[in-house]
């Protein structure tokens, strides 16, 4: 079992970073004051809170971040479009 449903100080971290990219998500493109209006930023954030999760707790890193995030986490690559042209010309 994981640290995230172990430690609730562990949890709590881990919430608040998830709670703060919802926001960012939802509010991405409705032009309201908390509208970044920078997809790419709002990406590269989240790749950032994906990394402090990890160090967190591995095992809920694991369960929440697809395939390609982890990738991308790894070869600390943070914007998808770069990481996919590069992922490309590499196969």
Do not use: H
């Not at 032009?31 to 402090?52: C, G, H, R, T, V």
């Amino acid at each position: 079992m994981s640290k995230y449903y172990k430690d609730a100080s562990v949890r709590k971290k881990i919430d608040a970073l998830l709670e703060i990219n919802a926001c960012i998500q939802a509010n991405m493109g409705t032009k309201s004051m908390f509208d970044m209006k920078n997809p790419i930023a709002a990406e590269q954030i989240w790749y950032q809170f994906l990394i402090e999760i990890r160090k967190m707790d591995e095992e809920f890193y694991q369960a929440i971040a697809t395939r390609e995030e982890k990738e991308m986490v790894t070869k600390k690559i943070y914007n998808k479009r770069r990481f996919r042209e590069q992922q490309a010309v590499t196969v």
